[in-house]
C-alpha cells in the first residue's frame, strides 16, 4: 500500500498563491511519474500537470505559466507551486503517483476568491 498525504489548499483571493505539497509514504519500491488533477464543481476530473522521475515537467495550457510542479524524490513529496490565482481555478486538488500502479491523494480543497 502507498498513502499520499496531501497539505496545502485553502482560501485565496484572486492574484494570490498557493503551495500544495504531497508526501507519499508505505510500500513504495520506485515512484516513477507524480503529477496533480482537480476537479470543480460538476465538472470532470482535469489533469494539471506531472513530472517524471528525471524532472521533465508537462502542464495543461490553462495552468502554464501560472502553475510550476516540482519533486523532492529523496522526501518522496511532489509539489505545486499555484501563482496568480484565477476564480476557475477553484476545486479539489488531487495528488498521484505512479509505480506499477497509479496512487491517488486524499484531494486538498482549493478555493479562489473573485
Known amino acids: 500500500q502507498v498513502q499520499l498525504v496531501e497539505s496545502g489548499g485553502g482560501l485565496v483571493q484572486a492574484g494570490g498563491s498557493l503551495r500544495l505539497s504531497c508526501a507519499a509514504s508505505g510500500s513504495i519500491s520506485s515512484i516513477l511519474g507524480m503529477g496533480w488533477y482537480r476537479q470543480a464543481p460538476e465538472k470532470q476530473r482535469e489533469w494539471i500537470a506531472d513530472?517524471?522521475?528525471?524532472?521533465?515537467?508537462n502542464y495543461a495550457d490553462s495552468v502554464k505559466g501560472r502553475f510550476t510542479i516540482s519533486r523532492d524524490n529523496a522526501a518522496n513529496t511532489v509539489y505545486l507551486q499555484m501563482n496568480s490565482l484565477k476564480p476557475e481555478d477553484t476545486g479539489v486538488y488531487y495528488c498521484?503517483?505512479?509505480?506499477?500502479?497509479?496512487?491517488w491523494g486524499q484531494g486538498t480543497q482549493v478555493t479562489v476568491s473573485s
Open positions: 498521484y503517483v505512479t509505480t506499477v500502479r497509479t496512487w
Open positions: 513530472i517524471t522521475k528525471s524532472g521533465r515537467t
